[in-house]
């Protein structure tokens, strides 16, 4: 057993003394942080960053890898108590995880997306360890255009998400991939929509963007319809445990996801960020409730968080083994690594046998503090619950100030931030649901990357899309899902025509 | 029968999606379009444009058809709050670097918090000074982030 072999000295890198400290120091400042309203993994990231600098390589790159899992869990943890969703993969946590905690099953709601993510990081884990090279080798097999279709794929099922009407979330897909166009064109060097801003040269920054429609639209609308308060709950003990039914419930929906999610990371171009899309997608179709999603289903909170999860976890793999960075926090990971002088890709494995197991290791052990320290931490971050909203808005809005501000240092991104708090007060009112919006954000610019590159290799010949078997494969289950989302409405418009 | 607008909401949407799908595809029809095979800056945000607009075209044809829905109305409460909380950011945005941190946080806290009726001057005062100091404290003193705490007009 090779890879056992492997596993020792990653356990004996990181169960020293110092490294174990700066694990469980970065799994604590990254929850901390990332618990913080408005602070997502990468702002957090980004905050910390500096401070692991100083340390040896090995020991840097554990605390950092720490800090993200930490601020992974702080980022669900905001995202379930106040709906404020720091990065795009929590996004779909807010939806059934919020709803939960309004009926006051917030301690359940933490207490199984901690577990989830437990089991999703240690099955991950394992993955890494065994799968690398081969997971590598099926990802090579991706060529431009299956990346592309498997997009698409992303794409459709985001449209799944929205509880309204499909034909809204399609057209908010459009528009976020119209909105990931604005910047210098990478092929021609030509400034799309730039309007002659210097700074939407590099495009619209997706956090602003996602922090100003999420989180300054959630404040303007709970404000303007405060019926719905989020009303100080009764804290038990009891009601910090989740029910034996919940639990039952969450079993298979958590091993769903982490398979989902363990798969879909390991996919380059934002994988990860997929994972806890199509999971919360898979368990919403194969519900014998489907109409229940999105008002506080256990299934819907524990599949993504399992996917999210584990896709974050499998995301390094193509770092580790391509030098690929998958979505912006793991891009930091990469930067981290250059700075230390340790050039990511392939030869990592080989040359610093040490560093690589110890990583993988300190994952798993991250994953277990990140369970120890937090269950009992729940009961406390409840509590933020009980702030009243009077004082909880203002706070939220100095929090997504101050993050906003720090990405890029200048106020450029906060006016991003409150144009976007207005679109999305807009859109909110007009019954068009933002997730899907921002999905097409992100995967805009890597989508047209691919669509390039793939007419490019086939000589404009758009019939590449299908012919080739993956691609094929792809774009058939995008086409089937489609249908799928239609037929209800079509029936149900059939009949409102009837009735006229 | 007399056709009444049945979903203000979608119609509303619709109108919407329309105006930016076409003002995409016609701002971006500027641009080199290129061939399918070398695709120029043009290319994807025209065909979006164009999918946008006739998105946009369904969904105002439902707007007009089907069961009367209800729209939540742009009041000019609600829009008195969206323009006196986004006021609140703006300031922040203007204020941090000639101001710095603190004024900045004080600013803004102090008129989001007019955004909601019925919060005393008093209540508002201290939520802003804590939140000012409070975030000056965790965010330039404990993790050491580039902000100014004063800035260059406050000398």
Not at chain 2, 99 to 124: E, H, P, Q
Request: hydrophobic share 55%; glycine share 10%; net charge positive.
């Amino acid at each position: 057993m090779d890879f056992l072999h492997d596993l020792s000295i990653g356990f004996a890198v990181t169960l020293s003394f110092t490294n174990l400290t700066y694990c469980l120091l970065g799994c604590l400042v990254g929850t901390l942080v990332g618990i913080l309203p408005g602070l997502g993994p990468s702002a957090t990231m980004a905050i910390l960053l500096p401070i692991t600098l100083t340390l040896e390589p090995t020991t840097s790159l554990i605390m950092l890898a720490g800090i993200y899992y930490g601020a992974q869990y702080g980022g669900s943890t905001t995202a379930i108590l106040v709906n404020l969703p720091g990065e795009t993969s929590s996004v779909v946590t807010v939806l059934d995880g919020h709803q939960m905690a309004r009926k006051g099953r917030a301690g359940a709601a933490l207490t199984i997306a901690a577990l989830g993510s437990f089991v999703a990081g240690t099955f991950a884990t394992l993955v890494i360890a065994v799968g690398s090279p081969a997971l590598s080798a099926f990802a090579m097999q991706f060529h431009a255009v299956d990346y592309f279709s498997l997009m698409v794929v992303g794409l459709i099922t985001s449209a799944a998400l929205a509880n309204g009407s499909l034909l809204k979330a399609l057209a908010m897909i459009v528009l976020g991939l119209i909105v990931g166009t604005i910047g210098v064109d990478i092929t021609s060097g030509v400034y799309r929509m730039t309007f002659g801003v210097p700074e939407l040269l590099d495009g619209i920054s997706v956090i602003a963007a996602a922090m100003g429609i999420f989180g300054l639209g959630e404040i303007i609308e709970n404000l303007v319809s405060p019926g719905e308060s989020r009303a100080a709950q009764k804290t038990t003990f009891r009601s910090l445990l989740p029910t034996r039914e919940e639990f039952r419930r969450s079993i298979m929906p958590v091993i769903r996801g982490t398979a989902l999610g363990t798969i879909l990371g390991v996919l380059p171009g934002g994988g990860a960020t997929l994972s806890s899309f199509a999971a919360y997608a898979v368990e919403k179709r194969i519900s014998k409730h489907p109409e229940r999603f999105g008002t506080g289903e256990v299934e819907g909170l524990a599949a993504p968080e399992s996917a999210n999860n584990a896709g974050a976890q499998t995301s390094f793999i193509p770092l580790l083994t391509l030098g690929l960075p998958s979505n912006p926090t793991i891009a930091l990971m990469a930067g981290a690594m250059l700075i230390q002088g340790i050039q990511p890709g392939p030869n990592v494995i080989n040359e610093q046998p040490e560093l690589f197991w110890g990583l993988i290791v300190s994952m798993w052990v991250g994953n277990l503090m990140l369970v120890i320290l937090n269950l009992p931490l729940i009961g406390l971050w409840i509590k933020l619950l009980s702030v009243p909203y009077k004082y909880l808005f203002p706070a939220i809005m100095t929090f997504c100030a101050i993050g906003v501000f720090t990405l890029s240092n200048s106020s450029f991104d906060v006016y991003l931030m409150l144009i976007f708090g207005f679109v999305g007060f807009v859109l909110r009112r007009l019954s068009c649901e933002p997730a899907p919006f921002l999905l097409g954000m992100i995967l805009g610019p890597i989508m047209e990357e691919y669509l390039r590159r793939a007419m490019l290799l086939s000589g404009g010949d758009p019939l590449v899309l299908i012919q080739r078997p993956i691609s094929a494969t792809l774009l058939a289950l995008a086409a089937v899902l489609l249908v799928f989302l239609a037929l209800p409405s079509i029936r149900k418009k059939r009949e409102e025509v009837f009735q006229e | 029968m007399q056709r009444k607008i049945k979903k203000p909401h979608d119609l509303w949407a619709g109108v919407l999606f329309l105006a930016v799908g076409v003002a995409v595809a016609w701002y971006n029809s500027y641009y080199s379009l290129g061939t399918l095979r070398r695709m120029g800056p043009g290319f994807l945000p025209v065909l979006l444009g164009i999918l946008l607009s006739g998105i946009a075209l369904l969904i105002i044809l439902r707007g007009l058809v089907g069961q009367v829905e209800k729209m939540k109305p742009f009041t000019y409460e609600s829009l008195r709050i969206a323009f006196t909380v986004l006021m609140g950011m703006l300031a922040f945005g203007l204020l941090i670097r000639p101001a710095g941190l603190i004024v900045a946080i004080l600013v803004m806290v102090l008129l989001c918090t007019s955004a909601m009726r019925g919060y005393g001057w008093r209540a508002a005062c201290l939520t802003a000074a804590v939140l000012a100091v409070g975030s000056a404290l965790v965010f330039v003193v404990l993790l050491g982030q580039p902000i100014p705490l004063f800035g260059k007009l406050l000398g």
